[in-house]
């Protein structure tokens, strides 16, 4: 645990400030053989899953839903919970940690809230440059279906 020492402007004692990860959530959404990326409006620029930062007070599982809801549009089913990425390193911005969720979707993606374009890739066929760690993730979820 990273921690900061910092006098408190109101008293001047010295107080600590502690650094920690930001909850994050990324979704792999199926569309049949196809599954979503979209174009990232914000640096890092490029190809990504949908996904986002975890508000307070929501659980991973709404926040999944959320952002798939404000990225591409599409309601989620059979969300489930597929692994956790939290190499310090992933998100060149800060520190986070990724809870990557899969479901399943009908309908054709449309790009919204943070998102240039929405689209659907084979996972042995996707644009580049992929952002974060995606490349990665994907690359785990194609060696889970076999």
């Not at 979704?27 to 049949?32: A, L, Y």
């Not at 990326?37 to 986002?52: E, K, S, V």
């Not at 644009?127 to 994907?138: K, R």
Request: charged share 25%.
């Amino acid at each position: 645990m990273s921690e900061d020492v910092q006098k408190c402007p109101h008293c001047g004692k010295t107080v600590r400030v502690y650094r920690n990860p930001f909850p994050t959530v990324d979704i792999i959404i199926s569309t049949g053989e196809k599954i979503v990326l979209i174009q990232r409006r914000n640096p890092p620029f490029g190809w990504a899953l949908p996904g986002g930062f975890v508000d307070y007070g929501e659980s991973l599982e709404a926040a999944a839903e959320r952002e798939a809801r404000e990225e591409t549009g599409l309601s989620l089913t059979g969300l489930r919970q597929f692994r956790a990425y939290s190499a310090p390193g992933r998100d060149p911005r800060q520190h986070t940690i990724s809870v990557v969720f899969t479901a399943h979707a009908t309908g054709q993606p449309r790009a919204g809230d943070d998102a240039l374009e929405a689209g659907l890739f084979s996972v042995d066929e996707l644009p580049s440059p992929l952002c974060f760690d995606h490349a990665e993730i994907i690359e785990d979820y194609r060696h889970s279906l076999g």
